[in-house]
Nanobody, 115 residues
Framework: QVQLVETGGGLVQPGGSLRLSCAAS????????VAWYRQAPGKQRELVAT???????NYADSVKGRFTISRDNAKNTMFLQMNSLKPEDTAVYYC?????????WGQGTQVTVSS
């Protein structure tokens, strides 16, 4: 079982930046394609960005060109650099495998974009 801990969220003004981190407890993490997901109030959880074990990436159209996903397999860690943030990016952000594994969901980290 892998435990995931997301950090780095916060309150930021529109146009600002944040960098999220996801730390995994097990080395098996490095063999999985992994992803960032988000869930806004009253909405379903959605896929934001994915990265394979070989570091190929893919992004939702809504964040393409603004967000960058990366990983450090040696440290069992992944990241999400978020630039040019918009109010509609406000959500709880989660990391998980891609596709997600039910038992891996962490607490998430809140990102609020507001002036």
């Amino acid at each position: 079982q892998v435990q995931l801990v997301e950090t780095g969220g916060g309150l930021v003004q529109p146009g600002g930046s944040l960098r999220l981190s996801c730390a995994a407890s097990g080395s098996i993490f490095r063999f999985y394609a992994v992803a960032w997901y988000r869930q806004a109030p009253g909405k379903q959880r959605e896929l934001v960005a994915t990265i394979t074990s070989g570091s190929s990436t893919n992004y939702a159209d809504s964040v393409k060109g603004r967000f960058t996903i990366s990983r450090d397999n040696a440290k069992n860690t992944m990241f999400l650099q978020m630039n040019s943030l918009k109010p509609e990016d406000t959500a709880v952000y989660y990391c998980n495998a891609a596709p997600p594994r039910q038992g891996w969901w962490g607490q998430g980290t809140q990102v609020t974009v507001s002036s």
